[in-house]
T-cell receptor, first 114, second 110 residues
């Protein structure tokens, strides 16, 4: 089955620790995205990547970092510089970012920083 | 920047029709999408409008007026399983990235 996987589903970390969220897709999609969702809010774009070894900042990139070394993988690191990291993090992919394409979402990781 | 407005909550009964409106302000607009999200779940794509007019997909239809910066999602023959949050999202920028509204929580009553 093709799809997007995110792990883990729930993640707890102490304040001041960096944490990396995994996102893997086997849809052969070129574009991948990271969003943050807070309770009762919409999705806000953190970073996106249109192709391997390239990525761009979204609307709320401060305190986050990403890498795109492989087409299938787009991990997100939440650093200690992120002031309020507790949130629901969603990864998505699409065929390509140069023209409209439906985005497919993973199940999300709920991060709680204690 | 981009901004979108949609109602925060809508309630309707099973079998009814409901319309969720979305107004937007954006530069470099390409189109308007709608996504559905059940509590705690992943958003799923419902529809996309790149041109003015109505797009129909089964019980769901979506409309866009580019001149009015306005669109809506129409859900017909409501079912209990339609209870979810619905997000409009504008596609803009060189990478056609999505900017989402804050979502409309639809509650379908028996």
């Amino acid at each position: 089955d093709g799809g997007i996987t995110q792990s883990p589903k729930y993640l707890f970390r102490k304040e001041g620790q960096n944490v990396t969220l995994s996102c893997e897709q086997n849809l052969n999609h070129d574009a991948m995205y990271w969003y943050r969702q807070d309770p009762g809010q919409g999705l806000r774009l953190i970073y996106y990547s249109q192709i391997v070894n390239d990525f761009q900042k979204g609307d709320i990139a401060e305190g986050y970092s990403v890498s795109r070394e492989k087409k299938e993988s787009f991990p997100l690191t939440v650093t200690s510089a992120q002031k309020n990291p507790t949130a629901f993090y969603l990864c998505a992919s699409s065929i390509g970012a140069g023209s409209y394409n439906e985005q497919f979402f993973g199940p999300g990781t709920r991060l709680t920083v204690l | 920047g981009q901004s979108l407005e949609q109602p925060s909550e809508v309630t309707a009964v099973e079998g009814a029709i409901v319309q969720i409106n979305c107004t937007y302000q954006t530069s470099g607009f390409y189109g308007l999408s709608w996504y559905q999200q059940h509590d705690g779940g992943a958003p799923t794509f419902l529809s996309y409008n790149g041109l003015d007019g109505l797009e129909e997909t089964g019980r769901f239809s979506s409309f866009l007026s580019r001149s009015d910066s306005y669109g809506y999602l129409l859900l017909q023959e409501l079912q209990m399983k339609d209870s979810a949050s619905y997000f409009c999202a504008v596609s803009s920028g060189s990478a056609r990235q999505l900017t989402f509204g804050s979502g409309t929580q639809l509650t379908v009553l028996p």
